[in-house]
């Protein structure tokens, strides 16, 4: 059974940074693509980064040069370091372990139960 534990999530001001933790267990996870989606009040949930296996990542415009998707398969950990936090940034923020098809991310059917991430003076 797969279980994602996310943590790192919390408060902070705008330009801020938090760092979020992906803990995976039940998957091998060294090859399993990975991925971090979020999902702001009212809205669908959405695409924020992903990591194959070999470490290739890919970015949702609206993070990209802020976010950065790593992984540590020792630890079988996925890490999402945010920077220049926005207000928009506002979300529960969930990791995955999903696949690629035709070179895009596509989800898995496990979640975890997400880390609230909110940005606000």
């Known amino acids: 059974q797969v279980q994602l534990v996310e943590s790192g999530g919390g408060e902070v001001q705008p330009g801020g940074s938090l760092r979020l933790s992906c803990a995976a267990s039940g998957i091998i996870f060294r090859i399993a693509p990975m991925a971090w989606y979020r999902r702001a009040p009212g809205q669908q949930r959405e695409l924020v980064a992903s990591i194959t296996t070999g470490g290739t990542t890919n970015y949702a415009d609206s993070v990209k040069d802020r976010f950065t998707i790593s992984r540590d398969n020792t630890k079988n950990t996925m890490y999402l370091q945010m920077n220049s936090l926005k207000p928009e940034d506002t979300a529960v923020y969930y990791c995955?372990?999903?696949?690629?098809?035709?070179?895009?991310?596509?989800?898995?059917?496990?979640w975890g139960q997400g880390t609230q991430v909110t940005v606000s003076s």
């Open positions: 995955n372990a999903g696949l690629f098809l035709g070179g895009s991310y596509r989800s898995g059917g496990s």
